[in-house]
């Protein structure tokens, strides 16, 4: 039987109602295949921030190198300052990791009409480039109580950093419908993004049979909205791509349906799967927070340690049950985030 080590990390709010809900289905769906994974739970984020002034041990990167992958919930509750999740949770895996692809899918369920007024067939992936760009968290607070405080943010785009995203954007454009956004805006950002682009040009040569469009933030946000059929591969930067699935995830009509994963596609590092959502704790402890999105996560985190064929049956349960109007409550229906997993499991 095949074995995967996995890190859970449930984090707060909604996350330790979903993720346990979720591995369910894994497990199921392993018995089926015939691979088992092997869980550590990890009770990390600002829960624990709270208890021990910290949100992982400060060896926590060592802690979690060993596993093949790590299932994330989400991180953040609102008694804690909102800039430390990232700071001292996500951001550290992510970058600590080198998994410099967020992968974040978009597409049409059944079962429901999203918030798009005609239901259209969507289906692309926004890779956002996860380890530099705007989120560097480089610059500083220069006198900020006086009359001439100012903030620094500096944005940092690397060659190899664009290349390496780059290539893997051509690479899946090649095994989907050949087509690359690449998402931009030199028009005003006219160092940094003029690079970004300079560079994604020169990759996109070497890949001639894929169809390369540029297009600015702003005009791809309009068209997410009133065109996206369009897309198929989006390519965005950092901060960009944050924004872009979170809209993302609005059209397919909620956040809560969002999957991705933090990939280092050469597997040098365990790779972190979580939904887009954050730890939404206006909704926590009531079972009715929609699991859909980390579903789909489990799913992306099956296909990356190459169980493809268990990862394609959980979309395919997944989609039998909505479907079968078995729906959660940000969607219009009325079954709880337990509830669900067990539709699911009930049609792998
Ligand atoms: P973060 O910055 O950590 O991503 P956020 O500020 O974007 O977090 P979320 O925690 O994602 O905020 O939640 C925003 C709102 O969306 C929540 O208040 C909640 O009502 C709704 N929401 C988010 N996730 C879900 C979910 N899985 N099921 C149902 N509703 C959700």
């Known amino acids: 039987m095949r074995k995967y080590k996995i890190a859970v990390v449930p984090g707060d709010g909604i996350g330790p109602e979903i ?38 041990p400060s060896n926590g990167l060592d802690i979690l190198k060993p596993y093949d992958a790590i299932f994330f919930g989400s991180v953040g509750l609102p008694e804690v300052d909102d800039t430390l999740p990232a700071k001292d949770y996500t951001f550290k895996v992510r970058t600590g990791f080198q998994q410099y692809v967020n992968f974040r899918p978009v597409r049409t369920y059944p079962g429901f009409h999203g918030p798009l007024k005609e239901k259209k067939d969507i289906d692309f992936v926004v890779v956002r480039e996860n380890t ?15 009359a001439d405080g100012m903030g620094i943010d500096t944005s940092v785009f690397t060659r190899k950093g664009i290349e390496r995203i780059a290539h893997y954007s ?8 050949k087509l690359v ?9 006219i160092n940094s993004l003029t690079y970004w682009d300079r560079v994604i040009n020169e990759v996109a040569e070497q890949y001639p049979d894929v169809e390369h469009r540029q297009m600015y933030i702003d005009n791809c946000s309009a068209n997410f909205v009133l065109h996206p059929e369009i897309f198929d591969v989006v390519l965005t930067t950092n901060l960009f791509g944050d924004i872009l699935s979170d809209l993302g995830g609005a059209i397919m009509g909620s956040l809560g349906l969002g999957g991705s994963g933090n990939i280092n596609p050469e597997k040098e590092y365990p790779s972190m799967f979580e939904p887009i959502h954050g730890s939404a704790p206006d909704i926590a402890g009531k079972n009715i927070a929609n699991p859909l999105g980390t579903v789909w996560s489990a ?32 969607l219009g229906g009325n079954a709880g985030t337990t509830q669900i997993a067990d539709a699911i499991i009930e049609r792998l």
């Open 19 to 56: 993720v346990p809900a979720v591995l369910k289905i894994i497990e199921a769906i392993g018995e089926k295949e015939g691979f088992r994974i092997e869980k550590v739970f990890y009770p990390w984020g600002a829960g624990n921030y709270l208890k021990y002034g910290e949100f992982m």
């Open 132 to 146: 530099e760009g705007e989120f560097v968290q480089v610059g500083s607070q220069i006198m900020p109580d006086s």
């Open 170 to 177: 051509f690479k899946l454009a090649r095994q989907r419908k």
């Open 181 to 189: 956004h690449h998402i931009t805006k030199s028009n005003t950002l």
């Open 299 to 330: 799913s992306l985190m099956l296909d990356h340690l190459g169980e493809k064929v268990a990862a394609q049956k959980i979309m395919e349960a997944m989609d039998k049950t909505c479907a079968a109007g078995i729906l959660p409550v940000d």
